[in-house]
């Protein structure tokens, strides 16, 4: 098997080979290896001397001295071709979403209602039920939320990442609970998303609104009558939660041709 040999803080390497080969670094830095093809991603692992990794896309991302090109390894987190330089015209470009499954992302209008209405928080601190937040609502699953590869003050660029990551969460909770006769299409799916971001996981796969789809209601209808009922917490209306579901509501039924579940396909 051919090896990338990369030299850490050089744009050089021994050889060039396809996609999914592997890439060693032999030096005593560390590669940080993110989230998401920019500077802000978390940092979910790091690469250093002898370890091997194997590249299987490229994206374009932010730039890092010069260069936008980044490489997705097959932990799913990517590292910047400021330090490989592999690129050699065979590596496929990382797909954003996989048309043989729903879309694990969601469309950008979906993340911004998710993040208006949990608003940012950049230290840990108890949210109204009580749980350590940090970001744009992630619940923390330590009093410190020590689990979060990062430092403390969080950026609204890191909480962006840490929403997706949790999107992606989200919609893989939805995709195992919504039958998949049902057809929606990406604002519908980026809708179902920020509600049961708000709701738990839990709380919407067993919901009627869910139920309602499976039984193949129509889901306009469905998501007009059932999103309005979950403005209630601890037994009391909340303006928040009425303004929310009303923000959802309407981007459910604003028409787009790009398709979510149970395959994601972009529109025309």
Known sequence: MKLFQVVLGMLAASSC?????NVRIEDGQRLKCRSAPNGD???????????????TCKAYGSAVSGTRV??????????TDKYLAVSNGTEPQCADTDSSEPCREIVSDGLALIERYEGYISR???DITGLPTIGYGHECTSLDCAEVPAEFPFSRGQAHELLRMDVRNITKCLSQAIDRGVKLNANQWA????WAANVGCSMATQSQLVARLNRGEEPNSVAALELPRWRIFHGKRRPDLVSRRADEAKLFHTPTTSMAFPLCVAGS
Do not use: K, Q
């Not at 080979?17 to 080969?21: D, K, L, S």
């Not at 991603?41 to 590249?55: A, E, F, K, N």
């Not at 980044?70 to 590292?79: L, Q």
């Open 17 to 21: 080979g396809a996609a999914g080969e």
């Open 41 to 55: 991603g978390l940092v979910l692992r790091s690469y250093g001397d002898r370890d091997v990794m194997d590249i």
């Open 70 to 79: 980044w490489h997705r390894t097959s932990d799913g987190c990517f590292v």
């Open 124 to 126: 840990p601190r108890p």
């Open 191 to 194: 809708a179902l998303t920020s």
